[in-house]
């Protein structure tokens, strides 16, 4: 207690004039409020910039994890990344023990040799990376069916770009939105306060962050309360850090991803504008860490599937501005669900009219990977051929203006996702 104590007294005392506009003064002759002490100085400490600092006296965040990759990967890259044999492996893929501030550099290395990134699993514990292992559970055969022509038209109808340009203008904004850093968690607590607005006057929706125990970047979970069938529940997302190379360097990250979040954004917004109440849930979810090994996607699949959920499908939404190829929406054909896959080109031809194709992208290259490993349909829709994507992602140069200073292209995105969400929660 007497620890906690000094540390509170420390972090009022030096939060100052941060801590005050973060909503709370203390007012030592009156007494002090606890709680809103700590919100105010974490908040105060987080604005401030840089690493988040490890109270005295707490246990420092994790500092060691378990790395699942494709072996054929680990022998591409420089040997130096990998100083140790791995601990457990099968045919395919390796498991390494690795320390948590280097896995940016990891992924910096597969993102100069083969272009994508994560392209593994970070886990906080070797028993789950051992799972990684195992071939993934049969995800349930089920039918897909097209008959919401109405609404599907109003939805996409509804969608405009410059919603999308002020969602990607805001998060590049930031310095960077790394997992460990302030500005990454500013960035998440942002995107909160944003999604928020959508639940007034709505009782059935609702706004929360996931928080994660290895990192202090939060997801962001909106909720939209199935009318009739609550507990069947359709996913939408796309992660919201970004990084450039590795350490504190600007990663404004406009397509990889603010795009992808902004619309997930935009799908929300023209589902409520429209009144749209769906039969089953639709959870929009902005995750964390993604760069970081898929961790806060892992997290909450994992969690999702500890706790039974119903998962009938998920859409990931990750790098979808920059339009380097002919076609103008890809699916990503491995570790995802072929069935899901073809029911989204029936939606786009159907629907929408676009042109679309498939591609690879190899272990682990983003959020769909959590899902499709924990038993549930996941689909994954980019920008371009996986040669074409955007040359500026992990780079200082990642901005609206790499992507023409437009969001055209994400806005055919979020019309698919509007489709693919009025189809699967009716």
Known sequence: MRILTGFLLSLILTGGAAAARAGYAPDFDSGIDVRLAIEAALDAASSAGGLLPEPQGRPERVQTVWVSMEKSDVAALDGALF??????????IAIYEYKTDRLSELADGMQRSFFRAPGFFAHDTLESALEDLKAPPAVPARAYTLDQAALVKDLAGRVKEEPVLAVINALSAYKNRGSRYA???????????????????????????????????????????????????????????????????????????????????????????????????????????????????????????????????????????????????????????????????????????????????????????????????????????????SPFIHKPTDTLASCGGSAVHAAKFARLAAAFAAELAK
């Open 83 to 92: 100083k140790s044999a791995p601990v457990a492996q099968n045919k395919r």
């Open 183 to 389: 500005t990454g968690v500013d960035a998440s607590k942002w995107l909160q306060k944003e999604w928020a607005k959508f639940a007034e006057g709505r009782p059935d929706i609702s706004v929360a962050p996931f928080k994660h125990a290895a990192f202090p970047q939060e997801s962001v979970v909106l909720t939209v309360r199935g009318a009739s069938e609550p507990g069947k529940v359709i996913v939408i997302g796309g992660h919201i850090d970004s990084v450039a190379g590795y350490g504190d360097t600007p990663a404004p990250g406009a397509d990889d991803n603010a795009s992808g979040a902004a619309v997930t954004q935009e799908v929300v917004r023209v589902l409520v504008e429209s009144g749209y109440r769906p039969a089953k849930t639709l959870k929009f979810i902005g995750f964390a860490a993604e760069e970081a090994g898929l961790r806060g996607s892992a997290d909450i699949a994992a969690a999702f599937k500890k706790e039974g959920v119903q998962v009938e499908g998920m859409l990931n939404l990750d790098m979808v501005n920059y339009k380097g190829s002919e076609k103008d929406i890809y699916f990503v054909a491995d570790n995802t669900s072929p069935d899901q896959n073809a029911f989204l080109g029936k939606l786009i031809d159907t629907y929408l009219g676009y042109t679309w194709g498939t591609l690879k992208c190899g272990y682990g290259c983003s959020d769909h990977a959590s899902w499709t490993k924990n038993g549930y349909p996941a689909s994954y829709a980019f920008e371009s051929t996986f040669e074409a994507h």
